[in-house]
């Protein structure tokens, strides 16, 4: 079991920057399937982006790909997502997954509890 602990939510203006962290405990996040997963308010859940456990398999959902970068640091047990040039429609509550095989899907099988992004126009 591996507990997920996102953090760097926050408001700001379209075009802006923000940086998510997760902070895993209770496992090892070499072992696991890292991914970012966001939900919008009357919206489905969302994938984001996946990077597999060895750092270098790393896939993006075409609505980020080139604004955002999931990166890992294993020696810290941390993941994160850098998103760039921030656009209205990427408000959503931000959550950090973790699953034992590589998907592209919203379905994964451990959480955080998610951090708030929003972004002004």
């Known amino acids: 079991q591996v507990y997920l602990l996102e953090s760097g939510g926050g408001s700001v203006q379209a075009g802006g920057s923000l940086r998510l962290s997760c902070t895993a405990s209770g496992g090892t996040i070499s072992t696991y399937v890292m991914g970012w997963v966001r939900q919008a308010p009357g919206k489905e859940r969302e994938f984001v982006a996946a990077?597999?456990?060895?750092?270098?398999?790393?896939v993006y959902a075409d609505s980020v790909t080139g604004r955002f970068t999931v990166s890992n640091d294993n020696a810290k047990n941390m993941v994160f997502l850098q998103m760039d040039s921030l656009k209205p429609g990427d408000a959503a509550v931000y959550y950090c997954t973790a699953d034992h095989i590589f998907t592209r899907s919203a379905r994964w099988e451990y959480w955080g509890q998610g951090t708030q992004v929003i972004v002004s126009s």
């Open positions: 990077i597999g456990s060895d750092g270098r398999t790393i």
